[in-house]
């Protein structure tokens, strides 16, 4: 099982910018999906998750500007980042809360992360 994330980049303040991620491999199901940044020094910490039934959860300091969106039947999940902030800068990893093919349980895997840079 792999996650294959994409997208970010570079953007002034105030713009936008979207993240992708795609998981793959023997996936029997996916529960959560989601982003976690992360910034030099400091502790990851959740952006946005969305449940398989479509439930979502955004942290305080991007509610209204982010949004979240999954494809269940593509195993995908996408983050529209929208009013971006120079302290949106980091790097964003994908989540996935994964049970593969013959396995009962719960597995956690992380993308590779992808770098987004919001310049002032």
């Known amino acids: 099982v792999q996650l294959q994330a994409s997208g970010g980049g570079l953007v002034q303040a105030g713009g936008s910018l979207s993240v992708s991620c795609a998981a793959s491999g023997d996936i029997f199901s996916v529960n959560d999906m989601g982003w976690y940044r992360q910034v030099p020094g400091k502790q990851r910490e959740l952006v946005a998750v969305a449940t398989r039934g479509g439930m979502t959860t955004y942290a305080d300091s991007v509610k209204g500007r982010f949004t979240i969106s999954r494809d269940n039947a593509k195993n995908t999940v996408d983050l529209q980042m929208n009013s971006l902030k120079p302290e949106d800068t980091a790097v964003y990893y994908c989540?996935?809360?994964?049970?593969?093919?013959?396995?009962?349980?719960?597995?956690?895997?992380w993308g590779q992360g992808t770098q987004v840079t919001v310049s002032s």
């Open positions: 989540y996935a809360a994964i049970t593969r093919r013959g396995f009962r349980w719960l597995q956690e895997y």
